[in-house]
C-alpha cells in the first residue's frame, strides 16, 4: 500500500465510525506560544480537551504534519543516521473529546491494524504495552481483543518519579494527563534488540508504530489525580513507520515516498547512490522546508527561522559532500510537489516561493560556506587530540552562520568530538557584551511593582481633569519640585503609552500654580508612566490635574498608525500571504514597517503597493472599531501578531473598502481612511535576511516629501540645463559623455605609461643579473602604476621594478617580478619592506604586489633602498 493510499485509508476509517476528518493544521502553532512548531497531532486540539473551546463535533481523525527539528523536540542531529528519525513526520490520529474511551479506542486501533478489510497485519507480530497498574486496559486487550498475555508488556514509573513512565502521558506538570498503551511491529529474530521493558529495548527489532493515550485525571499542583468529568482519548500513529511495516522494509527512507525523493534528488546531484547517508538528509530536509515555508516561516537567525535555516544549511551541506558545486536543492521542491501536492494544496499555491527562498538561501551559505570550511579544516589539521576547541565552534557559528549541529556533522564524519563546555562560555561572554552594549541611562523602569492600574480615556478624548496617584523621583515616592525628572501616575489618563510600535504622547500636566511636562509615556504592568519635568510648582499624590496631550502631534501618529495597517494589507496582496510584521515604529513624522520577506521589493511591487494605500485613502471609508473576544475576531479574519498576549476581550479595527485591513491593534487611529491623505514610500531595503523594511510619510508630511523631491528634481535639472520635462534625458546624456571622457582618460593613462615606461627603461640598474626599476611616477593612479610596471618587466626581460606615486598626503606603491626572477626575488616580500619604510602596509603575489603609506617624506628614501633589498635577497 502506498503512502498517499494508507493515509487516505486510515481518514476514510475514521470518517465512517463518525469521526470528522479535520485538515492538518499550520506547523506554526498561532494558537499555543509554548510551542517552537507543531509536533503531535493533539496540539491542535488542545483547548478542545482542556474544554476551552467546542468546535461542535466530539470525534475527529487527522493527518497532521509535524516537525522536530528545535526546542524541547529535537530530532535534526539523528536525521540520515537512523532509520526513523526525521525533521518531518506526519501524525495520523483520531480523537474523543469526552465521547468514547479506552475499549472502543482499543477497537478502532486492532481493527484497524488487523482487519482483513484494513491494513490485515499478523497478530503475532504485534506486542502491546499498559501503563503497570492500569488493569482495564489490559483486560481489554487480553479478554476482548484476544492478545495474549504474553504479547502485554505493564511499564510502570521507569522514569525516576511517580507517573513519570514511557506510559504515562501529561499536558504539563499539571493538567490533563493518563496512561497510553501503545501498540509494536516486531520485525522479527534477525533485527537486533529485544521488546519494551527490557534493557534491549532500544534496538530496532519492535518499533512502535501507535500510541493511545487515555486522559482520564486531572493532575493538580500538588500532584493530586482527580478524574475528569469527561476522560478522552489522543492517539498517534507515524505514518512512515506504517508504510514500512506495510511495505515490508525496515527503513523510513526505503518506503515509496522517500524511494521517490531520494530518485529525484539523485537526478539532480549527477546519479548519486540512492543509499548515501548524505541523500537521506536532503530526502528528509526538503519536507520540512517546503512545509515550514509554505506556512509562512522564512529564514532568519532566531525562533523559528533560524531552525529553518539550520536546516537548509544542513541539506546544503550534505549536499555539496555528495560532490554539488551549485544550488540543488530547491530543483526537488517540484518532486515533493508531486508527490505530495494533492494531500496538502498548500504545496502547490506556495512552490514558487518555497524554490525562490530555498535557492536564496543556498547562494548566500555558499558565499561563506567554502571560507568556514576552510577555517575549520585549518583548526582540525592543527588540533592536538579529538576534540574541536569550543571557540573555534563559536567563531564558525558567528563569523561564518554554521549551526552547532553542522559543526557536528563533520566532527563525526571525522571521528571528533566538540567541546561544547567552551562554546557555551564562549556564547555567555557574546551575550554579556550584548547586554553591557545596550544599556542606556534613563530608567524607565522606575515604576516597576507599582500596584492598581490606570484607565486609559485617550481613545474619546484628548484632555482631562485627572487625579494624581503616584509620583517618583529618582525612584523615591515624595513630591516632586520645580526642576525635578520624575515619573507621575494618574488614575485615569488620555496619554497614550507605547505600545504596538506606536510611540507614546507628549503634553502637559497643569494645576493652579504648576506645570509638569510630559516628555513620555510609557507602560508599566497595568499603569501609564508619565515621564517629564516640573517647570513649577510643586507635584504630589491627591493633587488634580488638567491633562492635555499634544494633539496635533497625536493626529499626525494616528494618520502613520492607519497607513501601516493599510501598509500591510497592500504588501499582503502584492507579495503574498507569507508577508508577516516583524516590527514597526510609528512616530509623527513618518512610520516605519518591517516585514518577513526574501528579497527586495522591486520598483514596480512598490508602486503597485503606494497605488493600493492611496486608493484606499481616496475611498475615504469609515474605520471600524470592534471590541469582542477571539474567536469572533478570527471570524472577521482579523490579523494577530504571534507571540503577543491578548486578553479575553480583543479590539478589532476594520479599514479601507471591503474591510481591506482587519487587525487587532490598541493604537490610536483616524475615523476615515481619507484622513491620512497620502501615502508616500520613502525608502526599502533589507535589514537582516529574510526581513525587509518600509518607511514612509503621510499627510503633510508626504506633501512635504513630494515638494522636497520636486525641489532636488529642479535644481538638477537646472545643474544639466534641461527642464523637468527634460531631466532624464539630460541625466542620461551627461552620464554618456562622462563614460565616454572616462575613456578617453584611460587611454591617455595608458600612453602616458607607455611613455613613461620607455624612459625609465633606461634608467635600471644591474643588481645581480637583475635590472632594477625604482621610481617615482607623479599623478599616476594605482592602475597607471600596474601599467607601466608591465610594459617595464616586458621590456627588460629579468628584472625588478618598484613604482610609487603620491597623493592627499598619501603613497601609493606597486611592485612587479618577472616570473623567472621570483625564485629570487619575491614582489610581495619586497612590498612588505617598501610600505613599513614609508607607514603603511602592503602584500601580494611573488610577481606582483600592492600597497600603500602616510609618509610621503619617507618614500624618496624608500625608493632608494630599492636596489639594496634585491642585492640582500639575491646574494
Same mark, same amino acid.
Given at each position: 500500500m502506498k503512502t498517499a493510499v494508507l493515509r487516505q485509508t486510515f481518514l476514510e476509517y475514521f470518517q465512517q465510525r463518525g469521526h470528522e476528518i479535520v485538515p492538518s493544521s499550520s506547523l506554526v502553532p498561532h494558537d499555543d506560544p509554548t510551542l517552537l512548531f507543531t509536533n503531535a497531532g493533539m496540539n491542535q486540539f488542545k483547548d478542545v480537551f482542556l474544554g476551552r473551546e467546542d468546535r461542535g463535533y466530539s470525534r475527529a481523525t487527522s493527518s497532521q504534519r509535524c516537525v522536530r527539528a528545535g526546542g524541547k523536540h529535537n530530532d535534526l542531529e539523528n536525521v540520515g543516521y537512523t532509520a526513523r528519525h526525521h525533521t518531518f513526520f506526519e501524525m495520523l490520529g483520531n480523537f474523543s473529546f469526552g465521547d468514547y474511551f479506552k475499549k472502543e479506542a482499543i477497537e478502532y486501533a486492532w481493527t484497524f491494524l488487523t482487519g482483513q478489510d484494513w491494513l490485515g497485519l499478523p497478530k503475532d507480530k504485534l506486542l502491546v504495552t499498559v501503563y503497570a497498574s492500569d488493569d482495564e486496559a489490559y483486560q481489554i486487550w487480553n479478554e476482548q481483543m484476544g492478545v495474549p498475555a504474553d504479547r502485554i508488556v505493564r511499564i510502570g514509573d521507569n522514569k525516576g518519579a511517580p507517573y513519570a513512565s514511557d506510559n504515562f502521558w501529561q499536558m504539563g506538570d499539571t493538567g490533563p494527563c493518563g496512561p497510553c498503551t501503545e501498540i509494536f511491529y516486531d520485525h522479527g529474530p534477525e533485527i537486533p534488540g529485544g521488546p519494551p521493558g527490557t534493557p534491549e529495548e532500544d534496538g530496532d527489532r519492535f518499533i512502535e508504530i501507535w500510541n493511545v493515550v487515555f486522559m482520564q485525571f486531572n493532575r493538580t499542583a500538588d500532584g493530586d489525580m482527580q478524574p475528569l468529568p469527561k476522560p478522552s482519548v489522543d492517539t498517534g500513529m507515524g505514518l512512515e513507520r506504517i508504510t514500512a511495516v506495510l511495505q515490508g522494509v525496515h527503513s523510513n527512507y526505503e518506503i515509496d515516498l522517500f524511494q521517490n525523493l531520494l530518485k529525484s534528488a539523485s537526478e539532480i546531484l549527477?546519479?548519486? $547512490?540512492?543509499?548515501?547517508? &548524505?541523500?537521506?538528509?536532503?530526502?528528509?530536509?526538503? !519536507?520540512?522546508?517546503?512545509?515550514?515555508?509554505? $506556512?509562512?516561516?522564512?529564514? &532568519?537567525?532566531?525562533?523559528?527561522?533560524?531552525?529553518? !535555516?539550520?536546516?537548509?544549511r544542513r541539506a546544503a551541506r550534505h549536499g555539496n559532500k555528495l560532490g554539488a558545486r551549485e544550488p540543488f536543492f530547491y530543483k526537488l521542491t517540484g518532486a515533493l510537489v508531486d508527490l505530495m501536492g494533492e494531500a496538502y494544496p498548500e504545496l502547490v499555491r506556495t512552490r514558487a516561493q518555497i524554490e525562490k527562498v530555498l535557492l536564496q538561501e543556498e547562494e548566500q551559505f555558499a558565499r561563506t560556506l567554502d571560507k568556514g570550511l576552510r577555517l575549520l579544516e585549518q583548526d582540525i589539521a592543527e588540533l592536538q587530540g579529538h576534540e574541536i576547541p569550543g571557540q573555534t565552534i563559536f567563531t564558525l557559528y558567528d563569523t561564518y552562520g554554521f549551526p552547532v549541529d553542522l559543526t557536528n556533522d563533520i566532527a563525526r564524519e571525522r571521528g571528533l568530538s566538540l567541546d561544547y563546555e567552551g562554546y557555551e562560555k564562549a556564547m555567555e561572554a557574546q551575550r554579556e557584551r550584548a547586554r553591557a552594549a545596550s544599556k542606556f541611562g534613563i530608567d524607565y523602569n522606575v515604576g516597576a511593582g507599582l500596584e492598581g492600574s490606570t484607565e486609559f480615556t485617550g481613545y474619546e478624548q484628548i484632555d482631562g481633569h485627572e487625579t494624581i496617584r503616584t509620583v517618583l523621583v529618582n525612584g523615591d515616592a515624595k513630591t516632586a519640585q520645580a526642576g525635578d525628572e520624575a515619573v507621575v501616575v494618574l488614575e485615569r489618563t488620555p496619554f497614550y503609552a507605547e505600545s504596538g510600535g506606536q510611540v507614546g504622547d507628549v503634553g502637559l500636566l497643569t494645576w493652579s500654580g504648576g506645570r509638569f511636562q510630559v516628555n513620555d509615556t510609557r507602560k508599566e504592568g497595568k499603569n501609564h508612566l508619565h515621564?517629564?519635568?516640573?517647570?513649577?510648582?510643586?507635584?504630589?499624590?491627591?493633587?488634580?490635574?488638567?491633562?492635555?496631550?499634544?494633539?496635533?502631534?497625536?493626529?499626525?501618529?494616528a494618520l502613520n498608525h492607519s497607513a501601516t495597517h493599510l501598509l500591510h494589507a497592500a504588501l499582503r496582496n502584492i507579495l503574498g500571504d507569507h508577508v508577516t510584521q516583524k516590527g514597526s515604529l510609528v512616530d509623527a513624522e513618518r512610520l516605519r514597517f518591517d516585514f518577513s520577506h526574501f528579497e527586495p521589493v522591486t520598483p514596480e511591487q512598490l508602486k503597485a503597493i503606494e497605488e493600493q494605500v492611496n486608493d484606499q485613502i481616496l475611498a475615504n471609508a469609515p474605520v471600524g472599531i470592534e471590541i469582542t473576544d477571539m474567536e469572533q475576531a478570527k471570524t472577521k479574519g482579523a490579523v494577530a501578531l504571534f507571540g503577543e498576549k491578548y486578553g479575553d476581550e480583543v479590539r478589532v479595527l476594520s479599514m479601507g473598502?471591503?474591510?481591506?485591513?482587519?487587525?487587532?491593534?490598541?493604537?490610536?487611529?483616524?475615523?476615515?481612511?481619507?484622513d491620512i491623505g497620502a501615502f508616500r514610500v520613502t525608502s526599502e531595503s533589507g535589514i537582516s535576511s529574510g526581513v525587509r523594511r518600509i518607511e514612509a510619510v503621510t499627510g503633510k508630511g508626504a506633501l512635504a516629501w513630494m515638494d522636497e523631491t520636486e525641489t532636488r528634481l529642479r535644481t538638477v535639472a537646472g545643474l544639466v540645463r534641461g527642464s523637468r520635462d527634460s531631466v532624464i534625458e539630460k541625466v542620461e546624456s551627461t552620464l554618456e559623455r562622462n563614460r565616454q571622457l572616462e575613456k578617453e582618460l584611460e587611454q591617455l593613462k595608458a600612453k602616458l605609461a607607455s611613455s613613461a615606461g620607455s624612459d625609465l627603461a633606461g634608467s635600471a640598474v644591474d643588481v645581480n643579473g637583475l635590472k632594477v626599476v625604482a621610481s617615482e611616477l607623479e599623478g599616476a593612479d594605482r592602475k597607471a602604476l600596474m601599467d607601466t610596471a608591465d610594459q617595464l618587466k616586458n621590456k627588460l626581460g629579468s628584472a625588478v621594478v618598484v613604482l610609487a606615486s603620491t597623493e592627499d598626503g598619501k603613497v601609493t606603491l606597486v611592485a612587479g617580478v618577472t616570473k623567472d626572477a621570483t625564485g629570487r626575488v619575491r614582489a610581495g616580500d619586497l612590498m612588505k619592506k617598501l610600505a613599513e619604510a614609508v607607514d603603511g602596509k602592503g602584500g601580494g603575489r611573488p610577481d606582483m604586489a600592492q600597497g600603500g603609506g602616510s609618509n610621503p617624506a619617507k618614500l624618496s628614501e624608500a625608493l632608494q633602498q630599492v636596489a639594496t633589498w634585491v642585492h640582500d635577497a639575491t646574494s
Open positions: 549527477s546519479g548519486v $547512490d540512492t543509499k548515501e547517508a &548524505s541523500l537521506r538528509v536532503v530526502a528528509d530536509h526538503i !519536507r520540512s522546508c517546503a512545509f515550514l515555508i509554505a $506556512d509562512g516561516v522564512m529564514p &532568519s537567525n532566531e525562533g523559528r527561522g533560524f531552525v529553518l !535555516r539550520r536546516i537548509i515621564i517629564g519635568t516640573v517647570i513649577e510648582g510643586e507635584l504630589f499624590p491627591g493633587l488634580e490635574v488638567d491633562a492635555r496631550i499634544d494633539h496635533a502631534r497625536r493626529q499626525s501618529i473598502k471591503d474591510d481591506f485591513s482587519v487587525e487587532l491593534c490598541g493604537g490610536t487611529h483616524v475615523s476615515r481612511t481619507g
